[in-house]
């Protein structure tokens, strides 16, 4: 429960621009109404939805009922769904139509008086990112963006930008309207529960982060595979590909977390500025390491539990001859002192055999002195922070067998649990709703991360762009292309899968 100062500094109207889409009803709405549960949302606070079709508050508040019953991970009650019904409200125009945003600054007038919510605000765009620019400035040029003595914050989805460019044409634009503290970039991945313990388990146990260095980690893993394919988003996802989905953003985000310098304290900004040097000092990629370190692949068809599934270039509004990446893996090198010498791998694909997110830490070898001449394998020390769907840690260590004279047996410490809603979570939105209420924003992406992020990204990108692939490359159902396997075999090393 919250306490009366905080309502106060929390209460807000949320409007969310794209609400009636597939992210209000899927992820925002579930969270707002788990918020309510939890006992999280403060007391003077209402949300307006803003869509293009027609319809009542009512029309649409049943339709927030049904997403709830789908989608929330805690089951209806009816208390709880009765107060988060009454403050949502229903508001129609086309995000072109100027006369659109004086209704919706009447309405939120009104709002304010009703729910005394102090003129505080949260813009969401839960749009498609053609509209980001156009919003702001309706927003701006009818005089929404800034109330006196109010705060106001702006909430933008990912793809933020195609490129380099397209992200500082679009960054400019915000930042003539709204200032950087006021700008929240949603990247959903580091509002998910191991993503935050990431910290915690470095910078709270000696154990950990004594070891977490070049002089004891031989490399890191960091895999995000998913059994899906693009489904109903294949255009979206023809123009993104896996780089620009999953690699520039989540990928890189995790990255910077388990690679970061321990911030000199938790404020958001300290904590930011340790990431982006992460990104900043990724090696560059000349020509020989992108022919030698970058694996594209695009599925073809295959069995994913037990039914035959399309190959991608028989999806939905995907082209037949397509050249964009459903999967890639790299090898890159993180260029400090901390780092140098050890590898990362990163892979990400669609219709993999398995849906799982996890870092791997796998530490190094001892000598061959003692136990492990002769006979023994030695299994290394492995630790694993599983995302989802198992959520916990996981711990290899070597022990004597107990029946045998000297053999070694690898020990498995596992704290995770299965948690099967534990995909695109609720839980992150909510984290993240909260997050944005509080305005504290160290769960989101600073201008200069993802700055530096498209300049990495970009390179491999135009790689990918000007050269030839004989695509399709792996079956769905599969790890991806036998590539993605050499990428690590070349020097003894295989991705694990624990
Ligand atoms: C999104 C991508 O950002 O993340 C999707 O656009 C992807 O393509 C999704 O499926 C994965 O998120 P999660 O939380 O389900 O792992």
Known sequence: MINEETNRNLSAIMVIFGGTGDLTHRKLMPALYNLVYDGLLPENFAVVAIGRK?????????????????????????????????????????????????????????????????????FYLAVAPEYFELIVQGLSEHKL???????????????????LNTARRLNNKLNEVFDESSIYRIDHYLGKEMIQNIMVLR?????????????????????LCEKNGVGTRGGYY????????????????????????????????????????????????????????VVFGQYGRGIIDGQPVVAYREEENIPPKSTTETFVALKLHINNFRWAGTPFYIRTGKRMAKTSSEIVIQFKDLPDILYFKEGHVQVPNLLVIRIQPNVGVFFQFNTKDFSTYNDIVSTKMDTSYYNPTAGNTPEAYERLIYDILRGDATLFSRWDEVEASWIFAD????????????????????????????????????????
């Not at 309405?107 to 304010?112: A, G, N, R, S, V």
């Not at 292309?481 to 020097?491: D, H, I, N, T």
Request: glycine letters at 4%.
């Open 54 to 122: 027609n319809k009542t508050d009512r029309q649409y508040r049943d339709e927030v009922l049904d997403s709830i019953n789908k989608y929330s991970r805690n089951k209806l009650d009816v208390c709880c769904w009765e107060r988060l019904r009454d403050i949502i409200y229903y508001l129609q125009f086309d995000f072109t139509d100027q006369e659109g945003y004086e209704k919706l600054k009447n309405f939120l007038k009104e709002l304010d008086e009703k729910y005394n919510t102090g003129g505080n605000r949260v």
């Open 145 to 163: 963006a800034h109330q006196d003595g109010a705060w106001t914050r702006l909430v933008i989805e990912k793809p933020f930008g195609r490129d």
């Open 203 to 223: 910078f709270c146990n000696t154990v950990f982060e004594s070891l977490w260095s070049n002089k004891y980690i031989d490399n890191v893993q960091i895999s």
């Open 238 to 293: 023809e123009n993104s590909g896996a780089m620009r989905d999953m690699v520039q953003n989540h990928i890189l985000q995790i990255l910077s977390m388990v690679a970061m310098e321990p911030p000199v304290n938790l404020k958001t900004e300290s904590i930011r500025t340790e990431k982006l040097k992460v990104i900043q000092a990724i090696e560059n990629f000349t020509d020989e390491k992108l022919r030698n370190n």
């Open 459 to 498: 390179k491999i990108i135009e790689y990918r762009t000007n050269k030839k692939f004989d695509f399709p490359n792996y079956y769905a159902g599969s790890m991806g292309p036998a590539k993605a396997f050499e990428l690590l075999a070349v020097s003894g090393r295989k991705w694990w899968e624990v």
